[in-house]
């Protein structure tokens, strides 16, 4: 498990602050560590903008060319305030996400992820009948067009209309009353749709059981073959102010629970203390700048001149 707070000091638009497992053992170069350098696991807030905020779970997997990047959306904070991020994956293969020791993901790594393929595939052996009907609605063979349905035009001149007294026609051209919509124009006809009496409903291919599937029960392990020896942090930051603190890895939640209430927790509420202060003289500040102004604005229609 891996767990680490962090604190955007300044309200951030758009960045991330992903904490990484590495491996490498004595072989690796910290002086290279960037962002193509090969983890085994990815953790942390991503925001950008108002509509992409979520909380990054990506891992590697030796079977998959690609980094396996968690299914479906895990919200993260966005505030100011020091928030603290725990990841735990079990030897069950199974994960949990917490944020401020709050479950906010768990599940099954084969459904949540794309470590495996799927259990069943579609039969390449079979394919839907050429005779296979799947048109619900047909033409009505009974609904004809009438007579001189087309020639009914879309508009009319004016009725009502009349040439200006004033018009010249050697000067102004020949007088034309103004188009107005025709009341008994229908639009395109359009036959009649009745149900269809061979339908056959929606064809569904045939699945089979996906021959290259095979459960693995290590996924979890993505630390093995020499295990992560390092950890690392990458930034992408369009404002600076950033802070990480509380860091621990370990294979034990209690040890974390615990470390967490002597790191994060015991100054939790300090921080939200000096938090709300702030705010609070904040608003007291622009409400005061905003009463001074509406000040200036009286004392400006009091002392006009007279006329």
Not at 27 to 43: H, I, N, R, W
Not at 129 to 135: A, E, G, L
Not at 265 to 291: L, R, T
Request: hydrophobic letters at 25%; a negative charge; aromatic letters at 10%.
């Amino acid at each position: 498990m891996i767990q680490y707070s962090v604190k955007h000091e300044n309200k951030l638009d758009c960045g991330g602050a992903y904490i990484k497992l590495l491996p490498g053992g004595d072989k690796f170069e910290s002086t290279k560590f960037g962002g193509d350098t090969p983890y085994a696991v990815l953790f942390g807030p991503d925001i950008c903008g108002s509509s992409n905020k979520r909380t990054h779970v990506i891992f590697h997997y030796e079977k998959k060319s690609d980094n396996l990047l968690v299914k479906k959306n895990i919200n993260c904070e966005d505030d100011t305030l020091s928030h603290l991020y725990t990841l735990v994956l079990r030897p069950d293969n199974t994960f949990e996400v917490f944020v401020d020791n709050k479950s906010v993901r768990s599940g099954k790594l084969e459904e949540e992820f794309d470590f495996l393929p799927a259990k069943e595939i579609k039969d390449p052996d079979q394919s839907k009948p050429t005779n296979w009907v799947d048109d619900k609605k047909i033409p009505d063979p009974d609904d004809v067009k009438p007579e001189g349905y087309d020639d009914v035009p879309k508009e009319l001149p004016d009725p009502d209309a009349k040439k200006p007294d004033d018009w010249d026609d050697e000067d102004d051209g020949e007088w034309e009353a103004p188009m107005v919509d025709n009341p008994d124009y229908k639009g395109p006809w359009k036959q009649k749709m009745i149900d269809n009496p061979e339908y056959k409903g929606k064809w569904e291919h045939p699945m089979i059981p996906n021959p290259d599937y095979e459960y693995d029960d290590e996924m979890y392990a993505v630390c093995k073959d020499g295990g992560c020896t390092h950890v690392g942090f990458e930034l992408w930051q369009v404002k600076s102010g950033t802070v990480f603190d509380d860091i621990i890895v370990t294979d034990n939640l209690e040890e974390a629970k615990k470390f967490a209430e002597e790191t994060f927790f015991a100054k939790k509420d300090g921080e939200k203390e000096m938090f709300d202060e702030s705010k609070k003289k904040e608003e007291e500040e622009q409400k005061s700048m905003m009463d001074d102004d509406d000040s200036d604005l009286d004392e400006d229609m009091m002392g006009g001149d007279e006329f």
